[in-house]
T-cell receptor
């Protein structure tokens, strides 16, 4: 089955700790994306990657970091510098960056206590 | 810049009622338009899309027509079911920034 997986589904962390969210795809897509969703709001782009070993900041990159060492993997680290990290995080991928349909993973709900 | 405006929810309907969720957009050039659906606690699923003016996207009984003259992409379904209860997002890609831009989402609640 081809698709995008995110793990874990629920994640709890103490304030001040860094945490890394996993995103894996076996669709052979070049582009991958991270979005943040807050209650009652649309999705906001955190980071995106058009190709392996390359990534760009989105609209709300502060307090987050990413890496793209493999085509199928795009992990997101939520650092202690992110002032309000509790949110629902969605990973997506597309065949090419921005010019095609994006396919989404099931999401990770991060709660910082 | 590019933007998408959706009608605010929640939209509450009885089963078998007609659904319309309004979506209008602002963009330069000729964006592609999308409707995504999010069921409770899940990620987004692509519902339908249209890539040029007058195209009609359709899937699972839902339809939307790309209207360039009114810059709209309204979502319609003739007879909703309880299982259609979800949040619906209108989105576009293209124009000046070539990024996927989402509306704020519209919650649909269908009662039996």
């Amino acid at each position: 089955d081809g698709g995008i997986t995110q793990s874990p589904k629920y994640l709890f962390r103490k304030e001040g700790q860094n945490v890394t969210l996993s995103c894996e795809q076996n669709l052979n897509h070049d582009a991958m994306y991270w979005y943040r969703q807050d209650p009652g709001q649309g999705l906001r782009l955190i980071y995106y990657s058009q190709i392996v070993n390359d990534f760009q900041k989105g609209d709300i990159a502060e307090g987050y970091s990413v890496s793209r060492e493999k085509k199928e993997s795009f992990p997101l680290t939520v650092t202690s510098a992110q002032k309000n990290p509790t949110a629902f995080y969605l990973c997506a991928s597309s065949i090419q960056a921005d010019t095609d349909t994006q396919y989404f993973g099931p999401g990770t709900r991060l709660t910082v206590l | 810049g590019n933007s998408v405006t959706q009608m605010e929810g929640p939209v509450t309907l009885s089963e078998e009622a007609f659904l319309t969720i309004n979506c209008t957009y602002t963009a330069t050039g000729y964006p592609s338009l999308f409707w995504y659906v999010q069921y409770p606690g899940e990620g987004l699923q692509l519902l339908l899309k249209a890539t040029k003016a007058d195209d009609k996207g359709s899937n699972k009984g839902f339809e939307a027509t790309y209207r360039k003259e009114t810059t709209s992409f309204h979502l319609e379904k003739g007879s909703v079911q309880v299982s259609d209860s979800a949040v619906y997002f209108c989105a576009l890609v293209g124009g000046a920034t070539n990024k996927l831009i989402f509306g704020t989402g519209t919650l649909l609640a269908v009662q039996p």
